[in-house]
């Protein structure tokens, strides 16, 4: 599984991710450890990350107005359907205009997307297991594999997709 290095960098970003997630300071001790795995692992997902980002605006000129939503909005909904609401912002594009700033926005928003479901994760594990202490949640939430797994696919499925689009 984890054979490719951009697979075993991400890996090694998630399990940092869920320690942040219980402590929220986890990211900065790493960092001042100098913690040689940790410091890689997160440059190269912020390089890929980036790169993402530079293709995905060389492809498509955003309106300042969308690109400000984008964001400023953690949240994306795509839709063909008609739905007005005073709650929602509502921009009209073209399909493929539509895909990529889907992308972009997958991409501007990942580590934030990924903070919010360890955070998920360990809630879920909490609730499910009271008798466990944090660090039993952290640990038991590193060993979910299915669900890593699942989030591991869908982040470099997103990097994928954009590093196969055509200028």
């Known amino acids: 599984m984890l054979r490719d290095p951009l697979r075993l960098s991400l890996y090694t970003f998630v399990h940092a991710m869920i320690n942040h997630a219980l402590t929220l300071n986890f990211f900065q001790q790493m960092r001042s450890k100098n913690d040689w795995n940790f410091l890689r692992a997160a440059t190269e997902i912020e390089r890929i990350n980036s790169d993402s980002l530079k293709k995905l605006r060389s492809l498509v000129k ?8 984008i964001h400023s909005y953690t949240q994306l909904c795509i839709t063909e359907s ?3 609401s005073f ?10 205009c539509s895909n990529l700033s ?7 928003h990942m580590k934030y997307h990924l903070l919010k479901k360890c955070e998920d994760k360990l809630e879920l594990l909490g609730t499910q297991h009271p008798e466990f202490s944090p660090e039993k949640t952290v640990e038991a939430a590193r060993n979910c594999r299915v669900w890593l797994n699942k989030i591991i696919a869908d982040y470099l499925d997103i990097w994928k997709k954009v590093q196969s689009l055509e200028p």
Do not use: P
């Not at 955003?62 to 939503?69: L, N, P, R, T, V």
């Not at 921009?91 to 493929?96: E, K, T």
């Not at 889907?102 to 501007?108: A, D, E, G, K, V």
């Open 62 to 69: 955003f309106s300042e107005k969308i690109e400000d939503a």
């Open 102 to 108: 889907q992308l972009y926005h997958s991409c501007y």
């Open 87 to 96: 709650q929602c912002q509502e921009f009209l594009v073209c399909q493929s």
């Open 82 to 84: 008609d739905y007005h």
